[in-house]
Every structure is written in C-alpha cells, then in structure tokens.
C-alpha cells in the first residue's frame, strides 16, 4: 500500500461517505488514515430542498453544518463537500427562516443549479422527487445514469419514472427501500419491485 499515490487515495476519500471513510480511518497504514481523517473532520454535508411558493418554485440548499449555502459555495470546496438528499420540503417541514434567502429559478436555471452542486460521484441517501411536474423531469433527467441513493419516494410522471428506478434497482448496491408516492404507476413498474424484492436485495422495503 505504500506504493499507492497521495492522489489516488484522496480520490477514494472525496468518494467514501461517512461509514467509508471511518473504516478508512482504521486501516493499518499511516497515509490511508492521515488523508481519511483529513476528510472526516473537513467533510460537509448538504441537502436540496424544493418547494411550490406563490411565486414559482423555490429551493434552498443546507448545510448541517452551515445553515443555508449557495451553490457557488459547494463548487469551490467540492473536495470536502458531499450531497447528502434532494427532498421535497412538504416532507421536512424547514423553519420558516431558512427559506428567507430562498431562490426561484426557471427549469434551464433549476437544471444548471443542479449540474453545479450534483455530480457523477455522489453517492445519495435520500431521493424525494418534488412533485411538480416540471421539476420532477429535470431532476429525473440529470439524476438517471449519474447516482445513487439508500432510499428513493416518487410519484409516476411519464416513461422517465419508471425508467430511473429501473437503473437504480438494477445499480445502486446501497438502495434499500422505495416508495411510490401515486395510485398512476403503470403494471410494468410490478415487475420491478418484485426484482427488486426477490431476486436481487430480500428484505428490502417498498
């Protein structure tokens, strides 16, 4: 292992989420633990939040850490910085002060924001697609092929639904519970929660 380069091993920690990077912190190598801890105590977590307002559809991002932060700030410390969810905030309920410097963006702006701050290597815990109907094709879209998520809520809006969590139950090895949010599902959406229940993950939750 003492051959293996500093940027290699600080590729893997910017991937490994906190339970990753905790075993990565107890390996028997002095440089695997040094970066490992290097990222654990810097690594910043965040969630998206959408929500439907009378002036269009708002979003905020926080920080557990931080409160509420731009996307800007998540692309400067990218290195350091993980997507925790993307939720529908009529699940979270945040406090009417957080959502004081919410910003309302067109679906372009929305996509662009979401390019920014998301990208190939997250690994996501939480997926609550916001059920507006604009919203919910964009995220789909830019979500499909690039990450993975423990547990995906969403309603059927078209052909992309079904679509996206096919990929993800054929995937993501760390998807353990789905909940379809609508009586609109097709049949065919069957077929894969049985696979998803049987054949490949038993005891996962739908």
Same mark, same amino acid.
Request: glycine share 2%; with cysteine; proline share 2%.
């Given at each position: ?47 998206v ?6 002036r ?6 926080r ?6 932060i ?40 929305t996509?662009?924001?979401? $390019? ?15 059920q ?16 993975r ?20 139950i054929?995937?993501? $090895? ?6 379809l ?14 696979k998803?229940?049987?054949?490949q ?6």
């Amino acid at each position: 292992m003492d051959t293996v380069p500093y940027n290699f091993i600080d590729d893997v920690a910017v991937l490994a989420d906190w339970q990753c990077l905790s075993q990565l912190q107890n390996l028997n190598d002095p440089l695997w633990e040094s970066v490992a801890q290097l990222h654990s105590s810097k690594r910043e977590y965040f969630s998206v939040y959408f929500r439907q307002t009378e002036r269009g559809i708002e979003h905020i991002i926080r920080s557990c850490s931080n409160g509420c932060i731009t996307p800007e700030y998540v692309r400067k410390n990218r290195r350091f910085v993980q997507v925790y969810s993307v939720l529908d905030d009529i699940l979270n309920g945040n406090e009417r002060r957080h959502w004081e410097h919410a910003v309302v963006l067109s679906e372009e702006k929305t996509k662009t924001m979401l $390019e920014t701050i998301l990208y190939a290597r997250s690994r996501l815990r939480t997926l609550a697609v916001p059920q507006f109907l604009g919203i919910q094709r964009t995220l789909l879209s830019l979500l499909r092929d690039n990450l993975r998520f423990t547990a995906i809520s969403l309603a059927y809006c078209g052909e992309i639904a079904e679509e996206f969590l096919s990929y993800q139950i054929d995937h993501s $090895e760390i998807l353990k519970e789905v909940v379809l949010e609508d009586n609109e599902w097709p049949n065919s959406v069957l077929a894969l929660i049985k696979k998803f229940c049987l054949y490949q993950r038993r005891k996962n939750s739908v």
